[in-house]
Every structure is written in structure tokens, then in C-alpha cells.
């Protein structure tokens, strides 16, 4: 679609004190602005508070723990996260640690690794308000990939398409 001299689309964008509007969520840091996330993946909780979900997901994919992670927590009490484990990492871990397993599914059930991730989502809730803080969290057995849908081209998360298709591990997650 040509939007060229679309004056509606121009409107949009532009208020009428002049300022553009990209959607784009971000912060001045050593004089550059940092882009950190977009308005569009704004979550509001229950208690109204804006959360952004784009930075807490980049803090906790620090950990060597953890591949991927999803903030979910539209219009719920507490934040949660669906977190893809490095599968390297905690598997070599496993081996370390004699745990038998048949499956992943199997493997990310047990106490043990449970209990890893609990650890980390503590240690690192900490540099969060207490409103951004994940409080409930669900272990997938397999990563987030483009021929699934639930990325972009680019590697983005389909927020939209996770929420849909893990609905009821999300669900389970705020009873």
C-alpha cells in the first residue's frame, strides 16, 4: 500500500505540536537515545501499571540459563514468563549431575531444574520494580523458531501467536 501524501496516515503520526510518533518506546543514555522497546508490546496489569516487556526479557536472557523468554501478564496481579531454557547449557548440566531423563519434558519437570530457574528469575527480579518482577514461570520443552510462527523474519517474538498458542500453560500460570 503507497502511503506517499497519505494525510491521514500523516496525522497519525505527527501531533499537532509537531512531534512524530513511532510507536518506539526508548531511553536517553549517555546523550543517544536507546530504543528498548514499542508501544504496541505495552502490557498493562491489573493494577494499571505500564509494563514494557522488551527490556525485563533482555535482562533474563543474560543468564546462560536461559535461550528465550516471554513476558506475559496483560491485566493479571503479577508478571509471568514462558522461559526456553539453553538447552545446551542444562543438559550438560544434567550429565554433570547424573539426572536421568527420557525427554526434555521430563527433564524440565524435575525439582532440580525448577529450582534453577526459580533461583534465577530471584536474582535477577531484583534489579526490577516490584510491579515488573516475574512471579510464575513455565519451562518449554522446545525454542521459538521462524517455521513455527512464533518469530518474525527477524527474530522478533509473535506475542500474539505465543499468547494464542500457549494459552493454557498462561492461563495455569495466573489460577
Not at 505527527?14 to 546523550?31: A, K, M, P, Y
Not at 508490546?41 to 516471554?70: C, R
Not at 527420557?102 to 534465577?120: F, G, H, P, R, T
Request: aromatic letters at 10%; hydrophobic letters at 40%; charged letters at 30%.
Amino acid at each position: 500500500m503507497d502511503t506517499t501524501n497519505d494525510d491521514e496516515a500523516t496525522r497519525q503520526m505527527i501531533d499537532e505540536n509537531g512531534w512524530l510518533h513511532t510507536g518506539d518506546v526508548g531511553r536517553f543514555t549517555d546523550g543517544y537515545l536507546q530504543i528498548t522497546d514499542r508501544i504496541k508490546h505495552m502490557i498493562v496489569n491489573a493494577g494499571g501499571k505500564n509494563i514494557y516487556p522488551g527490556p525485563i526479557e533482555d535482562l533474563f536472557k543474560t543468564s546462560k540459563w536461559i535461550d528465550q523468554l516471554v513476558v506475559v501478564g496483560e491485566r493479571q496481579a503479577f508478571m509471568a514468563a514462558l522461559i526456553v531454557p539453553d538447552f545446551e547449557i542444562l543438559e550438560a548440566w544434567a550429565r554433570q549431575e547424573n539426572l536421568g531423563y527420557q525427554s526434555l519434558e521430563q527433564l524440565l519437570a524435575k525439582d532440580k531444574v525448577q529450582n534453577i530457574y526459580k533461583k534465577e528469575l530471584r536474582s535477577y527480579s531484583r534489579q526490577l520494580a516490584s510491579h515488573e518482577k516475574i512471579r510464575a514461570f513455565q519451562l518449554l520443552a522446545r525454542e521459538f523458531t521462524v517455521e513455527t510462527g512464533e518469530l518474525t523474519p527477524t527474530l522478533k517474538v509473535k506475542r500474539r501467536v505465543i499468547e494464542d498458542k500457549y494459552g493454557d500453560l498462561i492461563s495455569e500460570m495466573f489460577e
